[in-house]
């Protein structure tokens, strides 16, 4: 069994390496993200590392090594973006015309001020027209266990909140991010989404929700081979 899962596919254009570490992946960070990157048969000396702090902060890349508080990064350089996640959304964004990647670590703070407008507004900057850029939507927590209080349920539209007869409010992060994206001029028909939920897949992916602060991480990474 693979201890990583590979998107590539999912982006019709040469060159691309997309992909996740799963859960038997061995945790120890700086080290994983070096082996997972070199698993995809990119270069570890090319990867980016934010300092994530579930900000809006998006930046453009154009060296490897470490970024502070920063939660998306967007370049047109050969380098390796990578993100941990285990629950947030990774969110990976190919312009396969232009040649600019970006990945996204979306939870529900970052997705409420504004990181997916932010990353897609950084792809422009660099001459991309949305309409050509492929979204994938990386395995994350759903609407079938995402419970949130009443005030994180007021930071959103209530078309994207369930409330079930116990009482409980139930977001669907993915429902505002593609809205998000195709507001932002992303084509509906380009949006991609895996439809794994990390706290129901307990034996596939880590879950912070689940497993509190003993939860490991997985790996997201994308880049240009």
Same mark, same amino acid.
């Given at each position: 069994?693979?201890?990583?899962?590979?998107?590539?596919?999912?982006?019709?254009? /040469? !060159?691309?390496? +997309? /992909?996740?570490?799963?859960?038997?992946?061995?945790?120890?960070?700086?080290?994983?993200?070096?082996?997972?990157? $070199?698993?995809?048969?990119?270069?570890?000396?090319?990867?980016?590392?934010?300092?994530?702090?579930?900000?809006?902060?998006?930046?453009?890349?154009?060296?490897? !090594? /470490?970024? $502070?508080?920063?939660? #998306? @990064?967007?370049?047109?350089?050969?380098?390796?973006?990578?993100?941990?996640?285990?629950?947030?959304?990774?969110?990976?964004?190919?312009?396969?015309?232009?040649?600019?990647? #970006?990945?996204?670590?979306?939870? %529900?703070? #970052?997705?409420?001020?504004?990181?997916?407008?932010? !990353?897609?507004?950084?792809?422009?900057?660099?001459?991309?027209?949305?309409?050509?850029?492929?979204?994938?939507?990386?395995?994350?927590?759903?609407?079938?266990?995402?419970?949130?209080?009443?005030?994180?349920?007021?930071?959103?539209?209530?078309?994207?909140?369930?409330?079930?007869?116990?009482?409980?409010? @139930?977001?669907?992060?993915?429902?505002?991010?593609?809205?998000?994206?195709?507001?932002?001029?992303?084509?509906?028909?380009?949006?991609?989404?895996?439809?794994?939920?990390?706290?129901?897949?307990?034996?596939?992916?880590? $879950?912070?929700?689940?497993? /509190?602060?003993?939860?490991?991480? @997985?790996? +997201?990474?994308? !880049? %240009?081979?």
């Amino acid at each position: 069994m693979n201890h990583y899962s590979d998107f590539s596919e999912f982006f019709p254009c /040469g !060159g691309i390496k +997309a /992909g996740i570490s799963l859960k038997q992946f061995q945790y120890f960070p700086p080290e994983d993200r070096k082996k997972i990157v $070199s698993l995809f048969e990119l270069n570890p000396e090319q990867i980016v590392i934010p300092v994530q702090t579930h900000s809006n902060n998006v930046v453009i890349c154009t060296k490897s !090594g /470490g970024i $502070s508080n920063t939660d #998306g @990064m967007i370049t047109i350089e050969k380098l390796v973006l990578t993100i941990q996640v285990a629950d947030c959304i990774p969110i990976y964004l190919v312009d396969p015309v232009a040649k600019i990647i #970006g990945l996204l670590h979306a939870g %529900w703070r #970052g997705i409420a001020n504004g990181i997916v407008l932010n !990353g897609i507004q950084k792809l422009i900057q660099l001459n991309s027209n949305p309409q050509n850029v492929i979204v994938f939507l990386g395995p994350s927590i759903r609407q079938c266990c995402f419970e949130v209080s009443l005030d994180v349920a007021l930071e959103f539209d209530s078309s994207f909140v369930r409330n079930t007869r116990k009482g409980e409010r @139930m977001i669907n992060l993915q429902g505002i991010v593609r809205s998000q994206l195709t507001d932002s001029g992303v084509n509906q028909k380009n949006i991609i989404d895996i439809n794994e939920c990390t706290f129901c897949f307990g034996e596939k992916y880590h $879950s912070f929700r689940r497993e /509190g602060k003993s939860a490991g991480r @997985m790996i +997201a990474i994308l !880049g %240009w081979k």
